[in-house]
């Protein structure tokens, strides 16, 4: 079966700090990746994907992700945080296959301290 | 304009109750999603429909009952509320089943059960 798991639960960075944020997946097929976000009080949005390609993708707001498919790997990162970055992060996994359910991480909550 | 929107943004009411949530979105999408996000925000899909027609239905118990009265609209409605079910509930729709679609998500309705 396929899960998703976001290893950081909390984060608390101070602003200018860079960040990573780990998401590994596992399934043994071809997978579409994403990371969503949420601030708090509103919706979840998406920050980016990957579908094929450049395993390298760069989303809104600066963010950026990296496909490893050795590792089973779809980190997030931003090279400088700030405060408007906290939020809760979920990266989830859609399989090119079968229901194409998604499959969402636990989550990673964002504190960047002014 | 609002692309996926939710009736009621916050629902209480006492155990044993019925109670309705609506989803509509505006996006000519073919495909909605009923997610539920519990108190540690973990998000898991419960329901989706295609068209109408149910693709997905997880292990929700069936006093969970969604209908589609067409492709623009996914409602939620819940028979005999229990505390456990206190939660947001979050809609969701894309433009094709799967793939590489982002899924764009409704406000949330935060549902107490008292």
């Known amino acids: 079966a396929q899960s998703v798991s976001q290893h950081n639960h909390h984060v608390i960075l101070s602003e200018a700090a860079s960040l990573e944020l780990g998401c590994n997946y596992s399934y043994g097929g071809t997978v579409n990746l994403f990371w969503y976000v949420q601030y708090p009080g509103q919706h979840l949005q998406l920050l980016l994907k990957?579908?094929?390609?450049?395993?390298l993708v760069k989303g809104i707001k600066g963010f950026e992700a990296e496909f490893i498919k050795s590792k089973f790997s779809f980190n997030l990162r931003k090279p400088s945080v700030q405060w408007s970055d906290t939020a809760e992060y979920f990266c989830?996994?859609?399989?090119?296959?079968?229901?194409?359910?998604?499959?969402f991480g636990t989550g990673t909550r964002l504190k960047v301290l002014a | 304009d609002t692309a996926v929107s939710q009736t009621p943004k916050y629902l209480v009411t006492q155990m044993g109750n019925d109670k309705s949530i609506k989803c509509e979105q505006n996006?000519?999408?073919?495909?909605m999603y009923w997610y539920k996000q519990d108190s540690k925000k973990f998000l898991k899909i419960m329901f989706s429909y295609n068209n109408k027609e149910l693709i997905i239905n997880e292990t929700v118990p069936n006093r969970f009952s969604p209908k589609s009265p067409d492709k623009a609209h996914l409602n939620l409605h819940i028979n005999s509320l229990e505390l456990g079910d206190s939660a947001v509930y979050f809609c969701?729709?894309?433009?094709?089943?799967?793939?590489?679609?982002?899924?764009?998500f409704g406000p949330g309705t935060r549902l107490t059960v008292l």
């Open positions: 969701a729709s894309s433009q094709v089943r799967g793939l590489a679609d982002e899924q764009f």
């Open positions: 990957y579908f094929s390609g450049d395993p």
């Open positions: 996006l000519g999408h073919d495909t």
């Open positions: 989830a996994v859609n399989a090119q296959s079968g229901t194409y359910k998604y499959i």
